[in-house]
């Protein structure tokens, strides 16, 4: 497609490197100054980014375009602190039977804005003035405008504000979350449990370092989620971003636009469907069947390509119609990355465990974009179409992970997760399981439901509370 393999490896492999940087560094300002004010840091790295890159209009030659290169690594940097706050707080400030659904409008949010970047960049492809470059570089401003004006009226997390000590703001932030009219949430209660919940960890011997994080049931968090968030790249999604032009015109496709355009539309569409499914049906469905299915698309189209070396229009139409439904199952599987990533972290570790994980999606991301231009082109691997099979390949892998590894964690707390983990529950033991509330002795399964009548349980009642409490607020 006019380049060489080694230019277009070089071309997409820089931002994943700068966004790994960026997602460690996340963790000591996460740490440091909290949810809130670290995203209104990440916006205003952003915003300088852009400016940068507007600024290089300015004249021309190789210095300009050395300052655009400066300000795309500044506005990478951002992307990268940005994947390891937001979700985190999205989790921290949401219940147990919201998470899902709080948690996936990252993702959403992200895919408008390639929609909206992609439309705007091909209607101002054909201006003969300046105003071709500053609108699509000048419309990166908006994201970050509102997140820094938005941001002050934000609660912080209450159990960041716990963790710090600060138990009196947790209390206020939490009641501006979870209190209404019409319910009689106690945010002392909330907040109480909260730290029942870090006094247990400490009195147990674990601690919030990095030692820890390779040892014992964190060990185990861990790797929940540098998998998921590894195995979503290896499944195409890095590929699919950054070489779906290569991919259809080597199945034959001739005018790729139109084609793309729907493709991220009915992604985002798929992406909506995705925000409501996580918290009604659970992760463990959703990931195992939409693995499957994106599998099964992938190495169908591949199989065209290999029995056509001329494909027919039916191949073709045939082709396009697989790499669409192949985008539904996978818009809907994407955002689960994020609530699983950040479910899976422990209150303790949570900044650590999300930015390694993110680390590793990045890398991964990296690999492939670097790797693919060679395994594609006709000097090289001379893969072309047949590369979708190594994509499916991993998506087969992908639902075994899952199952072996990925626990259900709809609808219970933070707490109550950390709980499990914790006592080490099986993986396939975590749907429905009870936890004891010593007031009214009730027991309340995975979906906040009262399964029947029992005797106090304290441990268990030392982690339910926070679910108690927010449950007054549903």
Not at 51 to 60: D, F, R
Not at 64 to 75: H, L, N, P, W, Y
Not at 283 to 298: D, E, K, N, V
Not at 453 to 468: C, M, N, Q, R, Y
Request: with cysteine; aromatic share 12%; proline share 4%.
């Amino acid at each position: 497609m006019g380049h060489a393999p080694s230019s277009k490896a070089s071309k997409h492999a820089t931002c994943p490197r700068l966004r790994m940087i960026a997602c460690l560094f996340s963790v000591y300002l996460n740490n440091l100054l909290g949810r809130r004010l670290s995203l209104i840091v990440t916006g205003f790295v952003s915003i300088v980014g852009v400016l940068i890159e507007l600024t290089s209009s300015a004249g021309g030659g190789p210095a300009r375009f050395g300052q655009f290169v400066a300000g795309k690594v500044i506005a990478s940097i951002a992307m990268g602190l940005a994947a390891n706050i937001v979700p985190i707080y999205l989790s921290e400030t949401s219940a147990g039977e919201r998470r899902g659904f709080a948690v996936t409008s990252y993702q959403n949010i992200m895919i408008l804005g390639v929609i909206l970047a992609s439309g705007v960049v091909y209607a101002s492809s054909t201006m003969a003035t300046k105003a071709a470059y500053w609108i699509p570089i000048g419309m990166q401003l908006i994201a970050p405008s509102i997140m820094i004006l938005g941001s002050p009226f934000l609660p912080e997390s209450p159990r960041w504000l716990v963790w710090k000590g600060r138990n009196e703001e947790a209390k206020a932030a939490a009641q501006k979350l979870f209190s209404t009219p019409k319910n009689d949430f106690d945010a002392a209660e909330y907040v109480n449990a909260i730290e029942i919940a870090l006094d247990s960890d400490r009195a147990s011997g674990l601690e919030s370092s990095w030692g820890d994080l390779f040892r014992g049931p964190d060990l185990r968090r861990l790797l929940i989620a540098v998998g998921i968030q590894s195995l979503q790249q290896a499944q195409g999604s890095s590929y699919m971003n950054n070489y779906v032009v290569s991919f259809l015109q080597s199945t034959g496709v001739k005018n790729v636009f139109p084609v793309i355009m729907g493709l991220y539309t009915l992604y985002y569409f798929a992406i909506l469907t995705g925000h409501f499914l996580p918290d009604m049906v659970g992760r463990r469905p959703i990931l195992m069947s939409t693995g499957a299915f994106c599998a099964t698309c992938l190495i169908t189209v591949s199989a065209l390509v290999v029995a056509y070396s001329n494909p027919p229009e039916a191949a073709q139409k045939a082709s396009i119609a697989l790499i669409f439904l192949w985008q539904i199952g996978f818009g809907i599987q994407s955002p689960l990355i994020w609530i699983v990533t950040a479910e899976s972290a422990p209150t303790r570790n949570r900044e650590k465990v999300q930015a390694i994980a993110v680390f590793f999606g990045f890398g991964v991301s990296l690999l492939i974009a670097s790797v693919s231009p060679y395994m594609q082109d006709a000097d090289y691997g001379n893969l072309g179409g047949k590369i979708g099979f190594i994509w499916g390949a991993f998506s087969v892998v992908t639902v075994f992970w899952v199952f072996f590894m990925v626990p259900e964690m709809r609808g219970f707390t933070i707490e109550q997760l950390d709980f499990l983990f914790n006592t080490r529950i099986p993986t396939r033991k975590f749907a429905g399981y009870s936890f004891a509330v010593t007031e009214g002795e009730a027991v309340f399964d995975s979906t906040g439901d009262v399964q029947e009548e029992l005797g106090k349980d304290d441990a268990k009642a030392s982690v339910v509370a926070t679910h108690k409490a927010v449950k007054k607020a549903l």
